[in-house]
Structures are given as structure tokens and as C-alpha cells.
């Protein structure tokens, strides 16, 4: 298994206007299991990751960015935000 996944992208990367960005929190499903990783507003390049409704853990951004890639080789797939219907004319 490479150790070079530092190098991939993850959400969290991309700014607004890009066209992969997507906001916070993102959200990994594999079958009836999600993990849901958002920043951490008190403590400013860390993140919290939190699966389905256990205890939410406090990790560093390499962490976080090696889980992430982990849990996409494990079969997980990011979440694509909900479009908001417009309305009819």
C-alpha cells in the first residue's frame, strides 16, 4: 500500500468556486454506516470525525486527510451535497 495518499485531494482542499467543492460537514456512506468529518472551530487545522452516532474524536489535519483516503479504499463514498430545487415559473 503506497504511503504517497498525502499528495491526494480531499474535500476540504478544494476552495469556493472550484468546480469539486462541496461544504462542510462531508459525509463518507458505505451501506447503512456514515462518518462525518467537519473542521474544528475552536481549534483552528483540526477536524472532528464522527461515525453514525458514537463518541466524535479530535483529529490533526494529517490524520484526517490519511483517514479519509483510508476509508475510500475501504469502500466509502463522499456524499454529493443536495441540489435545491428551484422554483417553477
Do not use: C
Not at 28 to 43: D, H
Not at 56 to 81: C, D, M, N, V, W
Amino acid at each position: 500500500m503506497p504511503l504517497n495518499k498525502k499528495s491526494g485531494l480531499v474535500p476540504w482542499d478544494y476552495k469556493v468556486g472550484d468546480n469539486n467543492y462541496q461544504k462542510e460537514p462531508w459525509i463518507l456512506k458505505k451501506g447503512k454506516e456514515y462518518i462525518t468529518i467537519e473542521k474544528n472551530s475552536t481549534n483552528r487545522g483540526n477536524f472532528y470525525l464522527q461515525k453514525d452516532d458514537e463518541k466524535r474524536l479530535s483529529l490533526s489535519a494529517l490524520q484526517t486527510r490519511l483517514t479519509y483516503h483510508q476509508l475510500i479504499e475501504f469502500g466509502y463514498k463522499l456524499q454529493k451535497p443536495k441540489k435545491k430545487k428551484q422554483p417553477s415559473k
